[in-house]
């Protein structure tokens, strides 16, 4: 059974380029949420996508934006990249609202 | 206030020992709760869920306390494997999907 798995697992860009991230959620599993994580702090959550439709979203801005496919699985784009965007991403998916998410092993962007 | 607040650590104990986290949080609706282990550069994995009668799993027992809002983990008989961030996760529930983590409390068991 797998998990959720992410791609890539390392990235490098420059300021102002764009990224794609992609996630697989586990199987079974409909809801997918993405997460941002610095260095020495917890995950910040980005949106949560439910039935190809987000959800609900966090506190970022509409430089990062998502797509979830009919598959359930998800990508997460970020473009007019800052160095400030350099972090662990993380994608979660769970069978439903309000059970516990399971974590992809993420994708570190580093933005030189 | 910040939502969820965790002691960063690190906590630093010997083999054996007993040792507790406190987590807590500022929204007094929050529903769901949970406890996360996070090793070095790897992804948060899920520890336990936090019932309000309290919850025990092997040497992990975690607690909630709703009327002074914060969460606890209680690890006893620390192993070395122990050592890791432990991050607390509070969702409001009432509609609102987003989970707020603590920035974790960092948990080092040496020989």
């Known amino acids: 059974d797998a998990g959720v798995t992410q791609s890539p697992t390392h990235l490098i860009k420059t300021r102002g380029q764009q990224v794609t991230l992609r996630c697989s959620p586990k199987s079974g599993h409909d809801t997918v949420s993405w997460y941002q994580q610095a260095l020495g702090q917890g995950p910040q959550f980005i949106f949560q996508y439910y039935e190809e439709e987000e959800r609900q979203r966090g506190n970022f801005p509409d430089r990062f934006s998502g797509h979830q496919f009919p598959n359930y699985s998800s990508e997460l784009n970020v473009n007019a990249l800052l160095l400030g965007d350099s972090a662990l991403y993380l994608c979660?998916?769970?069978?439903?609202?309000?059970?516990?998410?399971?974590f992809g092993d993420g994708t570190r962007l580093s933005i030189l | 206030r910040k939502e969820v607040e965790q002691d960063p650590g690190p906590f630093n104990v010997p083999e054996g020992a007993t040792v507790a986290f406190n987590c807590t949080y500022s929204n007094s609706a929050s529903q769901s709760f949970f406890w996360y282990r996070q090793d070095c550069r790897k992804e948060p994995k899920l520890l336990m869920s936090v019932y309000s009668s309290g919850n025990e799993d092997g040497r992990f027992t975690a607690q909630l306390n709703r009327a002074s809002q914060y969460i606890s983990l209680l690890i006893r008989d620390s192993k070395l494997s122990d050592s890791a961030t432990y991050l607390c996760v509070v969702r409001p529930g009432g509609g609102s999907y987003i989970p707020t983590f603590g920035r974790g409390t960092s948990l080092i068991v040496h020989p």
């Open positions: 979660a998916s769970s069978l439903a609202d309000g059970q516990p998410q399971h």
